[in-house]
């Protein structure tokens, strides 16, 4: 063994020698509870409630307050992988759907962001469901920026009901209902589904810790097959599927459970 290859070898056990496995962990849990500007993630548990009672006492347990309200309104842009999504919401409105529910889209980053890309049909109607205090927030957002009539919001989840199209991104993590739950309690289902920037793993179901900065929340990440299989029951059928590249899910000291990309889908509503 070369002399590079043995101080390499030295470095690696080092680093996971059980003391200084330790100071990382401790280390790493303080960054955690302090952080005010990172998007965080920390450990595996088997639900949403093991996960929020982990959850250090420095922030509120969800987005319903006034600080995470603010956090989007400096991101009304596209990002590289948006462009899939953008391309079947337009294919929707080019085949006569009309109204969009923008499921968890905060003050309307997403209707800002593609507003200048996409051709909105004139009867457009779209709806952001957000939290209380988010949706409120993009009240006000909405009409600082002078926005069209056709933009709303709601903090009502049945409000998808009777929906042309539903478009969740970045959203199904955090919601307490899966996407098939809240399908299931709909009289009237959307006829499309475009589903973008969601925790999908190739083959485990779980929950992390999320730290946004402003808040802790659990991060519900599912695995592909049952969430595709979860959809389709619902009387969907998959018209298309992709990799969200560059978006990453980073979870220190818990191997086999981060992400390289996200996903994103299209289900349409079978015949």
């Not at 990799?243 to 980073?250: A, V």
Request: charged share 25%.
């Amino acid at each position: 063994m070369g002399a590079f290859a043995w101080m390499h070898g030295a470095l690696d056990a080092l680093h996971d020698a059980p003391g200084v496995w330790h100071l990382r962990r401790a280390s790493a849990e303080r960054k955690f509870a302090a952080n005010t500007r990172s998007n965080l993630f920390r450990g595996v548990f088997d639900s949403a409630e093991a996960a929020l009672a982990s959850a250090p006492k420095t922030r509120p347990l969800s987005y319903d307050n006034a600080d995470s309200a603010e956090l989007y309104l400096r991101r009304l842009k596209i990002d590289d992988y948006d462009h899939p999504s953008m391309f079947w919401l337009q294919n929707g409105f080019q085949a006569g759907l009309r109204s969009v529910v923008d499921l968890g889209g905060s003050v309307g980053i997403k209707y800002f962001a593609f507003s200048p890309f996409i051709d909105f049909p004139a009867d457009l109607r779209w709806r952001v469901i957000d939290m209380p205090a988010v949706a409120r927030r993009g009240r006000e957002f909405a009409a600082s920026r002078g926005a069209p009539s056709h933009l709303s919001f709601s903090d009502d989840v049945a409000d998808i009901d009777g929906i042309d199209m539903l478009f969740v991104s970045g959203t199904l993590q955090y919601l307490p209902q899966t996407l098939d739950q809240i399908l299931a309690s709909l009289a009237r289902k959307p006829r499309r589904i475009v589903v973008n920037t969601t925790a999908i793993h190739p083959t485990r179901d779980f929950f992390t810790l999320n730290s946004i900065g402003t808040a802790f929340c659990a991060y519900r990440v599912q695995s592909r097959d049952r969430f595709v299989d979860s959809v389709l029951a619902q009387g969907y059928t998959l018209r298309d599927e992709w990799r969200n590249i560059g978006k990453q899910l980073r979870l220190p000291f818990s191997p086999g459970h981060g992400l390289e990309d996200y996903k994103g889908f299209c289900f349409e509503a079978s015949a």
